[in-house]
């Protein structure tokens, strides 16, 4: 599904359990050290800023072939194919290229794996609805994620691209772009007995935290808030059995503010896709229309792909509340520091030219409106723990439990589905933001985890003592998994990958 170009790679934390049938993989955000080149980028403008009002896609460090070779690959709940980029890929062989699609981040050869064997030649042809695409083989190969080994996992090999990093698709097999269906990763890991049943959670945290995890297989009564709420994923069509995107039905979005009033903002209930490949989220234009109006909002995306908004919202009180399935469905709450992204001045340092404003203080919003179909990504899942159970169709939801740094893994089985269970009662606290503090990479330079400037030592250490800490805090509260945690940092430039740090704890 449409996802934006990601320029850099990141934290990553692959733990395993060994008691359980789960893989856990914890991957991160890379808060970006550089702007996009978006000065020579004007037909791609929309997509360089997108990248950037997150600071970055999500991404996970994984490893393939024999002997392994690590890449690093983005996160997609929209697509359901994994590709990597070759190693003599046209783009990671010419300047120019680079110099408009970015530096290639992680790259594959085929010549160098003794497992690698050909599945079709030139058969492999993705396009995504951003307007960007990969083509080149279908191959197979030992693919290594979050401490499981995947025998002959079928995968693109990228050799013609306008995307400088493979991609981890995760949903529904049948949504695989290949003519000819295949098995993928998820099927493959349940027929490889790695885990029970086709379903997986994911945790992304908020945006100010750099890491989240996905968890294969289980789910984490630490990580949210309450009782995990299910809703039906919708068919294709009404009536049929087949599923190839997560989609659910969304009941109502409001907003509270801080003196308590409910603003409605749907009239209707609509499919919505959830979408960790997307940054921003995009709802039908009558329903943004509305929030705009009610906050404020410019609407400037047919000139320059923003919608402004006054930076003051980021510190009031304010949440848009998105409701799933009936009136006793899952409720989310994403509070407007969430949607509020303090990333026009950089733009404006650059040369983007803001229309007349009734505000000073610019910022832009994330959620757009939309004429054809309706994603969540990344600005509304950070507020949301999401389990996606394939096996039984079904996605649960529950408020996330930022900054958490305890764990409580539970199996999910294909007879029990998604348990009904209960997370934590509230929100973290300060404990937990304290540590967390060590590791977010917020651009204050007062912060010894700041790792937008270069790779350093006390970054990784910093996040390591992190991991070491969910341990050691699991030990008083849950049972402990016997986790063999690594973890790794990759920081990666236009140009490349410049650095990488690799500690075991
Ligand atoms: C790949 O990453 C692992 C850690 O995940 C590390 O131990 C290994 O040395 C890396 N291999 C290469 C070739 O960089
Ligand atoms: C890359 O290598 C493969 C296999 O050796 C070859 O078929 C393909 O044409 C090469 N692609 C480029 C762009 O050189
Ligand atoms: C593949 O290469 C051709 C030029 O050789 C180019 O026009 C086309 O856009 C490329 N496709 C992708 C997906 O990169
Ligand atoms: C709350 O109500 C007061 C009094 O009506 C008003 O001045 C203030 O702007 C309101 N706050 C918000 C966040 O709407
Ligand atoms: C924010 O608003 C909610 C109700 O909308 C209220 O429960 C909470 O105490 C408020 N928090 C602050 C810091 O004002
Ligand atoms: C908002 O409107 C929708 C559609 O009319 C309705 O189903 C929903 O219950 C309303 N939400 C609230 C919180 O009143
Ligand atoms: C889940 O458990 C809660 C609390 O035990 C209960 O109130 C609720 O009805 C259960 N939901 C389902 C779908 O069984
Ligand atoms: C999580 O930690 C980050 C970094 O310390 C902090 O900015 C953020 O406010 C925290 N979030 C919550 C909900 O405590
Ligand atoms: C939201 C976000 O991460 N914005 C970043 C965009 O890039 C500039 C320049 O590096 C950063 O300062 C912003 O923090």
């Avoid at 700041?450 to 030592?457: K, L, N, Q, R």
């Avoid at 970054?459 to 030990?475: E, I, K, L, R, Y």
Wanted: with cysteine; charged share 15%; proline share 4%.
């Amino acid at each position: 599904m449409i996802f934006t170009l990601p320029l850099l790679a990141a934290w990553v934390i692959a733990a395993r359990a060994a008691d359980q049938r789960v893989v856990p993989v914890t991957f991160g955000r890379q808060q970006q050290s550089s702007l996009p080149l978006l000065h020579r980028r004007a037909g791609q403008f929309s997509q360089e800023l997108n990248n950037n009002l997150t600071g970055g896609g999500y991404y996970t460090e994984v490893s393939l072939g024999t002997p392994p070779q690590n890449v690093t690959l983005i996160l997609d709940t929209g697509s359901s194919d994994i590709w990597v980029l070759a190693t003599n890929a046209t783009l990671c062989h010419s300047a120019s290229l680079q110099a408009y699609y970015g530096g290639c981040i992680a790259t594959y050869d085929p010549s160098a794996s003794d497992t690698y064997s050909l599945v079709s030649e030139d058969d492999f042809n993705i396009q995504y609805a951003d307007g960007s695409g990969a083509e080149g083989d279908y191959f197979k190969d030992t693919f290594h994620i979050g401490g499981a080994a995947i025998d002959s996992l079928q995968m693109g090999l990228a050799e013609n691209t306008t995307i400088n990093s493979g991609l981890l698709g995760i949903g529904f097999a049948a949504n695989v772009a290949a003519n000819q269906a295949y098995p993928n990763i998820i099927d493959l890991l349940v027929d490889q007995n790695l885990i029970d049943s086709q379903a997986y959670s994911l945790y992304l945290d908020d945006l100010y935290a750099e890491t989240g995890t996905i968890l294969f297989g289980g789910l984490d009564t630490q990580k949210f808030i309450g009782e995990l709420k299910s809703v039906p994923i919708q068919p294709d069509e009404e009536d049929s059995d087949a599923y190839s995107s997560f989609t659910v039905t969304l009941s109502s979005l409001t907003s509270t503010d801080g003196n308590g009033t409910v603003t409605n903002y749907t009239r209707s209930s609509f499919p919505v896709i959830l979408d960790s490949g997307t940054t921003l989220t995009y709802l039908p234009n009558a329903v943004t229309y509305r929030i705009f109006d009610a906050i404020g909002a410019v609407d400037d995306t047919s000139r320059t792909q923003f919608v402004y908004v006054s930076c003051d919202y980021l510190s009031q009180n304010l949440t848009f509340d998105f409701q799933f399935g009936d009136d006793d469905g899952p409720v989310i709450h994403v509070p407007a520091d969430e949607v509020v992204l303090d990333n026009v001045k950089a733009y404006v340092d650059l040369g983007l030219r803001l229309p007349d404003l009734p505000f000073e203080n610019v910022c832009s919003f994330g959620m757009q409106p939309s004429s054809s179909y309706y994603l969540l990504g990344d600005t509304f899942l950070r507020s949301a723990y999401v389990v996606y159970d394939l096996t039984n169709k079904e996605i649960a939801l529950a408020p996330a439990n930022l900054n958490s740094t305890e764990s409580n893994v539970i199996e999910i089985t294909s007879a029990s589905g998604i348990p009904n269970v209960s997370g934590v009662a509230s929100q973290a606290t300060v404990a937990s933001t304290a540590t967390s503090a060590a590791t977010a990479s917020s651009s204050s330079s007062s912060s010894q985890g700041d790792d937008t400037e270069t790779p350093t030592a006390a970054t990784v250490t910093s996040a390591t003592s992190s991991a070491d800490q969910t341990g050691s805090a699991g030990a008083k509260a849950v049972p402990v998994p016997n986790w063999e945690v690594v973890v790794v940092a990759g920081i990666a430039g236009l140009s490349g990958l410049m650095g990488v740090g690799v500690f075991v704890v």
